[in-house]
Nanobody
Framework: QVMLVESGGGWVQAGGSLTLSCAASGRTVSTLAMAWFRQAPAKAREFVAV????????YYADVVKGRFSISRDNSKNTLYLQMHSLKPEDTAVYYCAADERLTHSRVAANYDYWGQGAQVTVSS
């Protein structure tokens, strides 16, 4: 069983930066495929970024590429999402997800473990 707890959400003006954290327990993050998804009001959950369980390869949604960076700290057993140049359309609840079987995936249904979500609000 893997437990995930997000932190670091909040309010920021457009152009600003935030970093989300996802603390894991039950398994070490280096052995998991770990990803960030987000869900805006009245919209489907969408893929943001993923880091491979095999190595440190990372993949991003086109809408965040060049602005967001996913990373993990094995010593703290924590996943991060650094977000820069934030836009109002980045406003959403951000979820971290993990899976023990995958190397990486952009599909939410493939992940077995989810955090509770962290609200990110970007004002114009």
């Amino acid at each position: 069983q893997v437990m995930l707890v997000e932190s670091g959400g909040g309010w920021v003006q457009a152009g600003g930066s935030l970093t989300l954290s996802c603390a894991a327990s039950g398994r070490t993050v280096s052995t998991l495929a770990m990803a960030w998804f987000r869900q805006a009001p009245a919209k489907a959950r969408e893929f943001v970024a993923v880091i491979s369980s095999r190595d440190d390869s990372s993949y991003y949604a086109d809408v965040v590429k060049g602005r967001f960076s996913i990373s993990r700290d094995n010593s703290k057993n924590t996943l991060y999402l650094q977000m820069h140049s934030l836009k109002p359309e980045d406003t959403a609840v951000y979820y971290c997800a993990a899976d023990e079987r995958l190397t990486h995936s952009r599909v939410a249904a493939n992940y077995d473990y989810w955090g509770q979500g962290a609200q990110v609000t970007v004002s114009s």
